[in-house]
């Protein structure tokens, strides 16, 4: 051994094993079954090995900042001479804890004193012709380091911030806290005036960190308060200078303001960022850092097999593990690349340009030769942010459900079917720019927002269009075609781009009256958020990781993979953006919701799974509590490509997937899926009630695919509610007509409005049914509302899948019934 030190009897940290089972990553591998995961394991049969070079490392993920205290090493034959152990924050900046010559192999234990999230071996020399080869890598450590040390993250970033008085709209108070440092707060020009933020709790505030404008105060106080209205002094500052400013500070307090009291020029106060640090009382959890191993990024500069092989790789794995445990995002940065990404399940092809034309490919591409040309099952998988130069002229996307097409610009046509023409069953197109036409041909149902097209060419079922430019006019008695001019409110989903080297997270604008893409003339109108403000999650995270770095102010990133929870994600904090990459996946366990969500403004889910869980949870998605009844109509909270399912990889359960107590809420694009195939399916297996329940006011759902569910598949109870394309089949597993009964009445409605409803509207809405176990099963109507003169629907069908069941009427009684092998549906051009 080089080196086998005991461990100091007082060590400064815990000595706990830290590393074990976190995420790694390497510059290289050996091969395939040398992996990075291999050294961290726990098992001393397996190992990491590297490519045949000296400037190697290896470096392991502990998912959030702890203090170091010991790191061994079990090396294998090739092992290294000379190397480093080192530490970071955020992946990107390396501190050397420890510098190793004249290593000799075996088993190296190194006691180190520092701190970080990541730490790595960084290999200098090595001591034979192969590369560096380890069986484990361990780190021990524990806490973050001394009590009372000031920490280094912004406890006051996004927090709810008030000011005395405000320039103009462009100049809120929320500007100084958004951790951009282009916007800014700025006062009315008067003595004195005053900027404060709440931190959410009382904290102990060590320093202070202004970032002034020009028009800055020569004369101010930095005060606190644990109630917003006593407050005290923590520093005094006159005869300042403006520019960046730090102020070591000492106290306790949940609000902090800026007091100004002399102005510098004639100007009001204009700060661009204003940061609280706090005394940590447990681990920084810093933001940024690597992606993770499923997170795989390409340059121009690649060459264009070796893009093309990975790829492929990927979707052979993909391509038919439609409840595998594979996630996977590519990310190409700005160029042009000569391959075609096939997209299998769990799979996200995505840009990294702020335009989608910053990134061409030749195809992403979806068909179904798995499943025998049938793309009915083609679900869980998405595309976004490039543009497509099909070599044949058409570019294939057969799908079905939950395979979001976003952001998209095609320089020819797109096909919606799969090779032969075979089944396909609905999807969502948005904010995308189709230059030739679009052949749905064999899909039943689809829905597009916000987009271009050169061409419509038929429909089957339901073809839905809001703000489509190009889009064919309404005509639903004799064809399939409801559309819109406009989308009355929509905001684009959240997405990943680079600025130079630094990843961002662009939010889009909200939109009213939307028509076209956002990016037609020029770039998107929103802001941007550096990835260094998100604590980017990696499998293995424990829900009590991610609500602490929420609740220190950090958004979410979700990197590829599955997430084991025992509590709910809580999202308290206004305009907090949680962003999933490649179909991120949460599984709740012990019964417990997936996610909740305060009632604030401007929160965006966007991009990830629930699974059920195993054990019933009685809501997984939450948004708002019980009660909610603040007005979010400025800044509307979204749920972007959020998906539910309920069984089909095992036997989830779920009371409702989906309640929506907050006001103003976009839903646009949810599939909800209480499955009907797969593993831990039945009628008594996989149970669920109901899909969604809405009980906020003003809740607009754009692109609502809720299935399969045991009672209403839809409740909606808040006021002027409205549904822009609705796609439901009805549970296929009653046993009998006896079991599917709400009351007297036969079967359960897909869609029902509240009684007390005076306003709700409709467009563009489809129930199917397919009982499989009893072919003979009815549902009195498929939609459910109050007979009043603000309740309004537009284009409603009914079918009956191959005459497995019957819908006996529409609406309210009202419609011919859909029954029969023909499968021919009924319609309704309007309600009432």
């Known amino acids: 051994m080089a080196a086998l030190l005991a461990v100091p009897s007082s060590p400064a940290f815990a000595d706990t094993l830290l590393s074990q089972g976190k995420t790694a990553t390497a510059s290289s591998t050996e091969n395939g079954g040398t992996p990075p995961a291999a050294a961290v394991d726990g098992d001393t049969g397996t190992r990491w090995s590297s490519a045949a070079g000296d400037s ?246 690649m060459s264009g097999a070796d893009i093309q092989s990975r790829l492929d790789t990927v979707f052979q794995q993909q391509e038919s593990a439609q409840f595998g445990t594979g996630r996977h995002a590519f990310l190409f940065k700005p160029g042009t690349y000569h391959v075609n990404a096939k997209v299998g399940f769990y799979t996200s092809i995505m840009g990294l340009g702020q335009s989608p034309d910053d990134v061409t490919v030749n195809g992403v591409t979806v068909d179904a030769g798995w499943f025998g040309g049938n793309a009915t099952q083609n679900f869980w998988r998405s595309t976004e942010n490039l543009s497509v130069q099909p070599p044949g002229g058409t570019n294939q996307w057969a799908v079905s459900q939950a395979a979001p097409f976003r952001r998209m610009h095609i320089k020819g046509a797109l096909n919606l079917a799969p090779t032969g023409y075979g089944w396909a069953s609905g999807g969502y197109i948005a904010d995308s720019k189709i230059d030739g036409a679009v052949g749905p041909y064999s899909q039943q149902q ?16 339901n073809m839905v269009f809001s703000g489509v430019q190009g889009a064919p006019a309404t005509a639903f008695t004799d064809k399939s075609y409801t559309t819109l001019d406009n989308t009355p409110i929509s905001r684009e989903k959240p997405y990943l781009y680079l600025s130079g080297n630094e990843y961002r997270v662009f939010v889009p604008a909200k939109r009213t009256g939307a028509r076209g893409v956002s990016w037609a003339n020029g770039a998107t109108p929103g802001s941007s958020i550096p990835l260094a403000q998100f604590y980017v999650a990696k499998p293995g995270d424990t829900a009590a990781t991610i609500n602490a770095a929420l609740s220190q102010g950090l958004h979410l990133l979700l990197t590829p993979g599955i997430y084991h929870i025992d509590q709910p994600i809580n999202v308290t904090r206004a305009n907090t953006v949680v962003l999933g990459l490649g179909l991120a996946t949460i599984i709740p366990g012990g019964g417990a919701t997936a996610v909740k969500v305060a009632d604030v403004d401007g929160v965006r889910l966007a991009g990830f799974l629930v699974d059920a869980g195993p054990q019933k949870s009685d809501v997984l998605i939450e948004v708002g509590p019980q009660g909610s009844s603040a007005d979010h109509a400025a800044n509307p909270t979204t749920l972007q490509d959020v998906f539910v399912r309920i069984g089909g990889a095992f036997a989830g359960n779920a009371t409702t997937s989906v309640v929506v107590n907050s006001d103003d809420v976009i839903i646009d694009h949810t599939w909800l899926w209480r499955g009907d195939h797969g593993d831990g399916i039945g009628w008594n297996v996989n149970t669920a009630e109901t899909g969604l329940i809405v009980n906020g006011d003003d809740v607009l759902a754009t692109g609502l695919f809720v299935e399969h569910y045991r009672k209403y598949d839809v409740e909606w109870y808040g006021e002027r509610g409205r549904t822009i394309f609705f796609q439901n089949e009805k549970a296929y597993d009653p046993p009998n007509q006896a079991a599917y009964m709400n009351g007297g009445t036969k079967g359960w409605a897909a869609y029902k409005v509240g009684p007390a409803v005076d306003t709700h509207e409709g467009w563009g809405l489809g129930s199917y049914v397919y009982f499989n176990v009893d072919p003979t099963i009815q549902v009195e109507n498929a939609f459910e509302t109050p007979v009043k003169p603000g309740v309004k629907f537009h284009s409603l069908l009914t079918v009956s899948l191959g005459g497995n069941g019957r819908i006996n009427h529409v609406i309210n009684g009202t419609g011919g019934p859909a029954f029969g092998t023909d499968t021919i549906p009924s319609k309704l051009v309007s309600y009432p």
């Open 446 to 461: 689809w829905y597009t927002r916000d987009s271009s097209v050169g061409g419509w060419v038929n429909g089957v079922w």
């Open 56 to 301: 190697q490392w290896l470096q392991v993920d502990l998912g959030a900042s702890f203090g170091i205290s010991r790191v061994v090493l079990n090396w294998e034959a090739a092992y290294g001479s000379g190397y480093k152990i080192q530490s970071s924050e955020n992946g990107s900046t390396w501190t050397d804890l420890k510098t190793v010559t004249g290593g000799d192999g075996g088993i190296d234990t190194w006691d180190v004193t520092g701190s970080g999230r990541y730490v790595r071996m960084q290999g200098v020399t090595r001591a034979t012709g192969y590369g560096y080869s380890l069986w484990e890598f361990q780190v021990f450590g524990g806490d973050s380091g001394p009590a009372g040390q000031c920490g280094t993250g912004n406890a006051a970033l996004n927090k709810p911030s008030t000011a005395s008085s405000t320039e103009n709209g462009g100049t809120p108070a929320s500007a100084a806290f958004d951790g951009d440092n282009g916007t800014r707060w700025s006062s009315a020009a008067g003595d004195p005036q005053w900027i404060q933020v709440d931190l959410g709790s009382t904290r102990t505030i060590c320093r202070i960190d202004l970032r002034w404008e020009a028009a800055y105060a020569s004369a101010f106080k930095l005060q606190g308060s644990t109630n917003g209205t006593t407050w005290t002094d923590l520093k005094s500052v006159t005869g300042a200078t403006g520019g960046v400013q730090s102020h070591e500070v000492s106290g306790s307090a949940r609000y902090v303001r800026m007091h100004g009291t002399t102005r510098a020029t004639g100007y009001g106060y204009s700060l661009w960022e204003f940061a609280v640090r706090t005394t940590s009382d447990g681990p920084v959890i810093p933001g940024g850092g690597d992606l993770g191993p499923n997170v795989h990024v390409f340059d121009p500069s």
